[in-house]
């Protein structure tokens, strides 16, 4: 099983519609992210924690929100879904400590996300 | 805040070929590190190579290596004896030391490795 799953891979919706992105992971870091890819400017950061407790806006939060339920589990909604947040959308992780894996992203396997 | 480029959107290399990948950025930290990752068409990241900033010497991963040019702001890709399992997109990625592990990104480049 992936380390970083995130649900559903692909989602087709309509505007005005709630959607929420799930992710949980198994890796045991306490780091986790949402990033949005878009064809021509790579991958932009959503949201991000570092902890249940602490929550951090990102450079492109406007329309979003998230929810981290617990260590393992990091959800991205999408409260009245629009045609321009049609993207890909990536739930990562990452560890707390330095050394060797310092700044390595351990990213789910995407949810592309249709807004019509 | 920082900022990553790629300037090259897509190229093509000939299978056993060498290709370099483009990648500069713009930081006023000191001390920072710098990314490529590969997305191969099962959508999946995957981290290629890290370099450290304070480290001179060019990080190398069997056949990728980095030509990191610290003052030119310039950490491009060279991939060596080109596969067809490298095509993917690539990406650039920053992390300042103050950026609490935030990676910051580049917008990809389409590579395609013919046979």
């Known amino acids: 099983d992936a380390d970083v799953t995130q649900t559903p891979r692909n989602r087709i919706t309509k505007t005005g519609k709630r959607i929420m992105l799930e992710c949980s992971q198994t890796?045991?870091?306490?780091?986790m992210y949402w990033y949005r890819q878009d064809p021509g400017l790579g991958l932009r950061l959503i949201y991000y924690?570092?902890?249940?407790?602490?929550?951090n806006k990102g450079e492109i939060s406007d329309g979003y929100s998230v929810s981290r339920q617990a260590q393992a589990k990091f959800s991205l909604s999408l409260e009245s879904a629009i045609p321009n947040q049609t993207a890909l959308y990536f739930c990562?992780?990452?560890?707390?400590?330095?050394?060797?894996?310092?700044?390595?992203?351990?990213f789910g396997e995407g949810s592309r996300l249709t807004v019509l | 805040a920082q900022t990553v480029t790629q300037s090259q959107p897509e190229m093509s290399v000939q299978e056993a070929e060498t290709v370099t990948l483009s990648c500069t950025y713009d930081t006023s930290e000191s001390n920072y590190y710098l990314f490529w990752y590969k997305q191969p068409p099962s959508r999946q990241m995957i981290l290629v190579i890290r370099?450290?900033?304070?480290?001179?010497q060019n990080a190398t991963e069997n056949r990728f290596s980095v030509n990191f040019q610290k003052a030119a702001k310039s950490f491009s890709l060279k991939i060596s004896d080109s596969q067809l399992g490298d095509t993917a997109m690539y990406f650039c990625a920053f992390m300042g030391e103050t950026s609490g592990s935030r990676l910051t990104f580049g917008e990809g480049t389409q590579l395609t490795v013919n046979p």
């Open positions: 990562a992780t990452s560890d707390l400590a330095g050394g060797i894996s310092i700044g390595e992203l351990f």
């Open positions: 890796k045991g870091h306490d780091r």
């Open positions: 370099q450290e900033a304070y480290k001179q």
């Open positions: 924690s570092f902890d249940v407790k602490d929550i």
